[in-house]
Nanobody
Framework: QVQLVESGGGLVQPGGCLRLSCAASGRTFSSYAMGWFRQAPGKEREFVAAITPSGGYTDYADSVKGRFTISRDNAKNTVYLQMNSLKPEDTAVYYC???????????????WGQGTQVTVSS
């Protein structure tokens, strides 16, 4: 069992940056691939980024490539999402998730956090 708690969301102006954190409980964090997803009102949950258990491979949605960076610190049981050059269309609730394999599909992840709101607006 893995429990995930996101933090770091908030209100930011277009062009600004935020860093999201996701703290995981349990001693098996380093065996899980981790993903970030987001969901805007009235839209389906969409893939943002993912990272392998070792951190050696990452994957990004085309819409965030070059602006967002996913990373992890297995010693701290934490995964991060650095978000730069934020746009209004990045506004959503952001969720972290843990799964056995790196994937872009939400169904591949077994555990989810409660989400953190990110609002990009002037």
């Amino acid at each position: 069992q893995v429990q995930l708690v996101e933090s770091g969301g908030g209100l930011v102006q277009p062009g600004g940056c935020l860093r999201l954190s996701c703290a995981a409980s349990g001693r098996t964090f380093s065996s899980y691939a981790m993903g970030w997803f987001r969901q805007a009102p009235g839209k389906e949950r969409e893939f943002v980024a993912a990272i392998t258990p070792s951190g050696g491979y990452t994957d990004y949605a085309d819409s965030v490539k070059g602006r967002f960076t996913i990373s992890r610190d297995n010693a701290k049981n934490t995964v991060y999402l650095q978000m730069n050059s934020l746009k209004p269309e990045d506004t959503a609730v952001y969720y972290c998730a843990a799964g056995r394999v790196i994937a872009a599909s939400p169904v591949s992840y077994d555990y989810w956090g409660q989400g953190t709101q990110v609002t990009v607006s002037s």
